[in-house]
């Protein structure tokens, strides 16, 4: 068994969509691994120094493994900030860019000589949503911000992405995402389920934002509130829903379209949560023929676009819809696409806060 099928059947077990009797012993197995995966958690938090920067930083985060939709909240921070007359810098890891251990800044005006194999892919969406706004790539963002400060001294604030668990950097405001659909998952810590710390690390939360809440009952979201205030009463929390209801053309500048339901697409995508993003394929209208997953941050190769194309046909299916996150490593395949006749289309993806963007502003 390969790496990736590994990953994917253990995914499976601990999700639940792998039952019967020969997934007990290895649900022991891994029940038994998150105690040795706490202890090192534990060491590596208190070995740690924390450093802190001559600017604010702000933290997005989560307690879950997966996508809970943390790049398009790093951008509407960003974009908040900027609306202030703020300077931000995004700060994050680059996970599958080849620059990790280096590091890399750079902004949109320098994307023509990068690729997201270089930049990552979070990193090189996020430079293209947010013009003249530096993204800080690297392994040790601490060595990283403090090369950024050097490099663009007008920076007044860091946007620290995927940092709740980055102890080595002191933060002056924690940001915590859940999702509504999926708070916990199944409540274990990794490897026996998804959480990457006890529902306890919620107290150091400085503010809580629920991503989702407008896809379930109301009821469900009181009571989710409600298991939040058990481990953190201070913390706001904020609501925020998901603006993701056009198809816009990935290879051109073409205006956004709607499909109906009559006519199949197929959902293809290397996302932490891809159920979520197929419901939300189908509740912006289209109707998903079939969806195809791969692991989160994967870089296809010419093998695999070829085997892809080769089943759309199969399946009369002519069109495609991915995340904006996958479009930027999909985009060097145009050529294929489009004598293989796919329309390839990004579902737009972007965070609002109905209920609390005025809060969130007081706070940032």
Not at 28 to 53: A, E, H, I, W
């Amino acid at each position: 068994m390969t790496q990736a099928g590994l990953k994917e059947y253990l995914y499976e077990v601990v999700t639940g969509k792998r039952q019967g009797w020969t997934v007990v012993p290895v649900l022991f197995l891994l029940y038994l691994l998150t105690f040795v995966y706490r202890t090192l958690s534990g060491l590596n938090r208190l070995m740690d120094k924390k450093n802190r920067l001559p600017v604010p930083v702000i933290s997005v985060g989560n307690i879950v493994a997966g996508g809970t939709g943390k790049t398009p909240t790093a951008v509407a921070l960003a974009r908040i900030l900027m609306e202030q007359g703020k300077h931000p810098a995004v700060l994050t890891r680059g996970y599958g860019g080849s620059m990790q251990e280096q590091g890399i800044i750079f902004t949109d005006r320098d994307l023509s000589g990068l690729t997201p194999e270089v930049t990552g892919d979070e990193p090189y969406l996020m430079a293209q949503l947010l013009p003249g706004v530096p993204i800080v790539v690297g392994r040790d963002r601490v060595a990283m911000a403090r090369r950024a400060l050097k490099e663009y001294p007008h920076i007044d604030i860091f946007i620290l992405d995927d940092g709740f668990q980055y102890w080595k950097l002191a933060r002056d405001l924690d940001i915590v995402l859940i999702d509504a659909l999926n708070p916990f998952d199944n409540g274990y810590v990794i490897p026996r389920g998804l959480l990457r710390e006890p529902l306890t690390a919620l107290k150091r939360a400085d503010v809580i934002v629920l991503t989702r809440w407008n896809q379930v009952e109301e009821a469900v979201n009181q009571r989710l509130i409600t298991k939040i205030c058990r481990y953190n009463a201070k913390a706001p929390v904020i609501r925020a829903e998901a603006d993701n209801s056009t198809f816009i053309p990935l290879f051109s500048d073409g205006e956004p379209v709607r499909f109906s339901a009559a006519e199949p697409v197929a959902v293809v995508t290397a996302i932490g949560n891809p159920e979520q993003f197929r419901l939300a394929v189908t509740e912006a209208g289209a109707s998903v023929e079939f969806c195809r997953t791969f692991p989160d941050h994967h870089f296809w190769s010419d093998e695999e676009i070829s085997t892809l194309i080769d089943e759309l046909h199969r399946r009369n299916v002519r069109i495609m819809v991915t995340t904006a996150k996958d479009g930027v490593k999909l985009a060097r395949f145009h050529d294929r696409f489009r004598e293989a006749r796919i329309g390839c289309y990004v579902l737009t993806l972007a965070f609002r806060f109905p209920h609390g963007v005025e809060g969130l502003e007081r706070i940032l």
